[in-house]
Nanobody
Framework: QVQLVESGGGLVQAGGSLRLSCAAS????????MGWFRQAPGKEREFVSG????????YYADSVKGRFTISRDNAKNTVYLQMNNVKPEDTAIYYC????????????????WGQGTQVTVSS
């Protein structure tokens, strides 16, 4: 079993920055892929970014490419999402997730989820 706890969300003005963190506990997760997803009101959960277990392969949704950066610190069992130049359309609840194997853009492919952290971007 893996427990995930997100933090770092909040209210930020458009053009600002936030760093989300996802701390994992429980089973060793060094061989897991990590993903960030988000869900805005009335919309489906969508893939934002993903990272392979070694931290070599990184994936981004087109909507955040060039603005968001994913990273992980396996010694701390933590994955980060640095969000720069945020836009009002980035407003959503952000979730981190873990799956065994490689990164997937499909939410259903992930085995464990955090409770989410709210990000609100004001214009």
């Amino acid at each position: 079993q893996v427990q995930l706890v997100e933090s770092g969300g909040g209210l930020v003005q458009a053009g600002g920055s936030l760093r989300l963190s996802c701390a994992a506990s429980g089973r060793t997760f060094s061989n897991y892929a990590m993903g960030w997803f988000r869900q805005a009101p009335g919309k489906e959960r969508e893939f934002v970014s993903g990272l392979s277990w070694a931290g070599v392969n990184k994936y981004y949704a087109d909507s955040v490419k060039g603005r968001f950066t994913i990273s992980r610190d396996n010694a701390k069992n933590t994955v980060y999402l640095q969000m720069n130049n945020v836009k009002p359309e980035d407003t959503a609840i952000y979730y981190c997730a873990v799956r065994v194997g490689g990164v997937s853009t499909l939410a259903g492919a992930y085995n464990y989820w955090g409770q989410g952290t709210q990000v609100t971007v004001s214009s």
